[in-house]
């Protein structure tokens, strides 16, 4: 990335206009996740209503940045980094919108979930989990300012430790169906809000990935870090067991 | 990896028509080329690119000598053409003209009917025995020029009373009449309005099959268009040269970077 000016400064409005809804949009997501995590630990139904509303306004920035690249693509031809710039910035808030639509989905089974009766503990470590998630799209933003290729690759290997608590709480809300069939609806619940972070730690992986691009110019070569895959594992050591 | 885009066809990169090595130009006391050393290859298309002084037609006239023309310009280092040295005394610039094939900014028909525009080259070369190897020839080069349909039915008009995207087209195919196997154009299209230059860029993917092409252009749309290989020229150097792809999204050289994103350089 150049600190030069184009000759042309209102391309240089363009893109700067266009960046900074894509970080406004990151600042509204990063918001999403951090109050619907909230809302389930505090049982707050006013607030995960908050952030059901709120998902219409980062969908409408999402087309607004969309019309705004096709615009930037028809009318300047960017090349090099500007346009991987625009490559970026379309891809990237495309990831933050269904990031929208995880936080959006947890508030909804948040409203539901209030009604039950509470499960021990794993509302907490479910917040952590998404603790965890928001910090990663904080960085991977921060990065996307800095064009910073270092930062965004650490955060693509933290995935690998969301993946992690998403195994854990995998097992635990198995145990705790187990233990009482009572709690098999919040668990179930509880366990779809757990992928639901898990997936928005992928598209976060993915921000990352496009930080990366920007930055360098290449996508990063090694495949992203994973897991061993133990849900699946525990899948069959469930049928083997009696 | 896997290349899915049509346009952008392999490239062989062994495949070297022109070699340069440390060429110098000077016009008097102007260092106008600097150390150029690059390999053009066949079957390829090459466009330099460069804001204006840059260097790259002084570079472009260098491949067919036209340079000879200017009295105080000077030229040193190697130009190979097939490995064989374009400046040993030996060498006739005619004959290498026939071989090296040009085509300029503005459209310069001679003020000739289209067919003689055409059969000029392969008569002063004696490509052509008889009339009917001649009348052979002028098809064969206004097909290759896309200008056959349009021009059949009026072969003996002037050459001069075609549109200006039909003139340049003439050009061109005056220019692929004595079988060449460099085709160097400059800004071929800068006089021409968006359809002509379409259909010159069209030509100049055919014209690939068989030429090595080079052209100098200031629209960089145009340079990522129709080339597969890309130049930069900045100040007498050759700052970079590479894949057009690469040029493209992700050049190496801030200076290219500068250039191709339209910033002050």
């Known amino acids: 990335m150049t600190d030069q000016h184009h000759i042309a400064s209102a391309f240089d409005r363009d893109l700067e206009s266009v960046q900074a809804q894509l970080m406004k949009m990151g600042g509204l997501v990063e918001e999403s996740i951090r109050n619907s995590a909230k809302a389930l630990k505090t049982r707050d139904i006013e607030l995960a209503e908050q952030v059901r509303k709120g998902d219409r306004e980062i969908d409408s920035l999402?087309?607004?940045?969309?019309?705004?690249?096709?615009?930037?693509?028809?009318?300047?031809?960017?090349?090099?980094?500007?346009?991987?710039?625009?490559?970026?910035?379309?891809?990237?808030?495309?990831?933050?919108?269904?990031?929208?639509?995880?936080?959006?989905?947890?508030?909804?089974?948040?409203?539901?979930?209030?009604?039950?009766?509470?499960?021990?503990?794993?509302?907490?470590?479910?917040?952590?989990?998404?603790?965890?998630?928001?910090?990663?799209?904080?960085?991977?933003?921060?990065?996307?300012?800095?064009?910073?290729?270092?930062?965004?690759?650490?955060?693509?290997?933290?995935?690998?430790?969301v993946d992690q608590m998403y195994n854990a709480l995998?097992?635990?809300?198995?145990?705790?169906?187990?233990?009482?069939?009572?709690?098999?609806?919040?668990?179930?619940?509880?366990?779809?809000?757990?992928?639901n972070?898990?997936?928005?730690?992928?598209?976060?992986?993915?921000?990352?990935?496009?930080?990366?691009?920007?930055?360098?110019?290449?996508?990063?070569?090694?495949?992203?870090?994973?897991?061993?895959?133990?849900?699946?594992?525990?899948?069959?050591?469930?049928?083997?067991?009696? | 990896m896997k290349d899915n885009l049509e346009g952008r066809k392999l490239v062989n990169q062994m495949d070297v028509k022109i070699e340069t090595?440390?060429?110098?130009?000077?016009?008097?006391?102007?260092?106008?080329?600097?150390?150029?050393?690059?390999?053009?290859?066949?079957?390829?298309?090459?466009?330099?690119?460069?804001?204006?002084?840059?260097?790259?037609?002084?570079?472009?006239?260098?491949?067919?000598?036209?340079n000879d023309t200017i009295p105080i310009a000077r030229v040193e280092g190697t130009l190979m053409l097939d490995g064989e040295d374009i400046y040993h005394s030996g060498i006739d610039p005619v004959q290498l003209r026939a071989k090296v094939g040009m085509v300029f900014q503005k459209p310069n028909p001679f003020p000739k009917s289209i067919y003689d525009n055409v059969a000029y080259g392969p008569r002063i070369h004696g490509l052509a025995p008889t009339k009917a190897d001649l009348d052979v020839i002028v098809e064969k080069s206004l097909r290759r020029a896309a200008l056959w349909d349009e021009a059949k039915d009026r072969l003996q008009e002037p050459g001069t009373g075609l549109s200006g995207g039909q003139?340049?087209?003439?050009?061109?195919?005056?220019?692929?009449?004595?079988?060449?196997?460099?085709?160097?154009?400059?800004?071929?299209?800068?006089?021409?309005?968006?359809?002509?230059?379409?259909?010159?860029?069209?030509?100049?993917?055919?014209?690939?099959?068989?030429f090595s092409v080079v052209i100098v252009t200031h629209s960089m749309q145009q340079a990522a268009r129709v080339s597969q290989k890309t130049a930069f020229f900045h100040l007498g150097n050759l700052v970079e040269y590479g894949d057009t792809d690469t040029i493209f999204t992700n050049p190496v050289d801030p200076r290219t970077e500068s250039y191709i994103t339209g910033r002050i350089g």
Do not use: W
């Open chain 1, 62 to 161: 999402e087309e607004q940045i969309s019309m705004d690249c096709a615009s930037l693509i028809a009318r300047r031809q960017p090349a090099a980094s500007d346009l991987r710039t625009v490559l970026t910035v379309m891809r990237i808030s495309s990831n933050l919108e269904r990031i929208g639509d995880y936080a959006k989905n947890i508030a909804k089974r948040t409203e539901v979930l209030a009604q039950l009766p509470p499960i021990e503990g794993s509302a907490g470590a479910v917040k952590r989990m998404a603790k965890e998630v928001q910090n990663m799209l904080s960085d991977s933003l921060d990065a996307y300012i800095k064009r910073d290729a270092a930062l965004a690759d650490e955060v693509r290997h933290r995935d690998l430790e």
């Open chain 1, 197 to 242: 972070i898990e997936r928005a730690g992928d598209h976060v992986t993915s921000v990352a990935d496009q930080v990366v691009y920007l930055a360098t110019g290449v996508m990063p070569e090694d495949p992203r870090p994973k897991g061993n895959g133990a849900p699946y594992d525990l899948g069959t050591f469930q049928e083997s067991d009696e």
């Open chain 2, 21 to 66: 090595r440390d060429v110098q130009v000077f016009y008097g006391d102007t260092h106008a080329i600097k150390d150029v050393s690059v390999d053009i290859l066949d079957k390829t298309v090459t466009a330099f690119i460069g804001p204006s002084g840059c260097g790259k037609s002084t570079f472009l006239r260098c491949i067919n000598r036209m």
């Open chain 2, 167 to 210: 003139q340049q087209r003439l050009c061109i195919a005056r220019a692929v009449a004595t079988e060449p196997e460099v085709l160097l154009m400059d800004e071929p299209c800068s006089a021409l309005d968006p359809i002509a230059t379409a259909q010159v860029e069209e030509l100049i993917d055919e014209l690939r099959e068989n």
């Open chain 1, 170 to 195: 995998f097992r635990e809300f198995l145990t705790f169906m187990m233990e009482d069939p009572r709690n098999i609806s919040s668990c179930m619940h509880l366990h779809f809000i757990a992928k």
